[in-house]
């Protein structure tokens, strides 16, 4: 699977509606055969930060994703919302999508 983290810091001014803002972009993604997750988080401390969680099958479908409409759309207008170049982690790791955690198990209620 292909895990990609990507940071982005959004110009202040911009963040309440970046989440408008990426959803058709997110719909898409969501959409392709190849993609396991696409999921957004706002930093606590940081508000006008975003996190963006991407699983891919493949390194073919992280390709497509790339190489998609949607994908060149997002990147054409996001230059001129984000305030920063975005941060990126990207590797290739065994596995096929979420596990879950060992160590924390809910209480019975």
């Given amino acids: 699977m292909i895990f990609i983290a990507v940071r982005f810091t959004v110009r202040p001014e911009r963040a309440e509606e970046w989440l408008s803002l990426v959803e058709e972009f997110t719909l898409a993604t969501r959409n392709e055969p190849g993609n396991v997750f696409f999921e957004w988080s706002r930093s606590a401390e940081t508000p006008n930060q975003f996190v963006l969680l991407e699983g891919f099958a493949s390194p073919a479908a992280g390709e497509e994703h790339v190489n998609s409409e949607?994908?060149?759309?997002?990147?054409?207008w996001m230059p001129e919302v984000i305030a920063t170049r975005p941060d990126i982690i990207n590797v290739e790791i065994p596995g096929d999508?979420?596990?879950?955690?060992?160590e924390l198990t809910p209480v019975e209620a």
């Fill in 70 to 76: 949607h994908f060149r759309t997002a990147m054409a």
């Fill in 97 to 102: 999508g979420w596990s879950e955690m060992a």
